[in-house]
Nanobody
């Protein structure tokens, strides 16, 4: 059974940086893509970034391009999201997700989800 566990959320100030981590377990992920999504109160779950398991291809949402970076550590079954220049509008619960195949931007295309980690950015 696939399990995704996020960590690294917290309360930061605008302009700060934060790194989220997600550890994946339960199967071999070599043919999987990993994604990060976020959901703010009262809003739909939004695509943030995605990456192939071997790290060769990445996608980013328009609102985080140039500020966030997604990366993989295959040896540890870990996916990271480095978030720089954080803004109050980045406040949300951040979810790790996995799907077989290529990275995609729609949440409906992901089969496995973590429980989420809260990120709060104060102004």
């Amino acid at each position: 059974q696939v399990q995704l566990v996020e960590s690294g959320g917290g309360l930061v100030q605008a302009g700060d940086s934060l790194t989220l981590s997600c550890v994946a377990s339960g199967r071999t992920f070599s043919r999987y893509a990993m994604g990060w999504f976020r959901q703010a109160p009262g809003k739909e779950r939004e695509f943030v970034a995605a990456i192939t398991w071997r790290g060769g291809s990445t996608l980013y949402g328009d609102s985080v391009k140039e500020r966030f970076t997604i990366s993989m550590d295959n040896a540890k079954n870990m996916v990271y999201l480095v978030m720089n220049s954080l803004k109050p509008e980045d406040t949300a619960v951040y979810y790790c997700a996995a799907r077989q195949g290529t990275p995609l931007v729609s949440r409906d295309d992901y089969d496995y989800w973590g429980q989420g980690t809260q990120v709060t950015v104060s102004s």
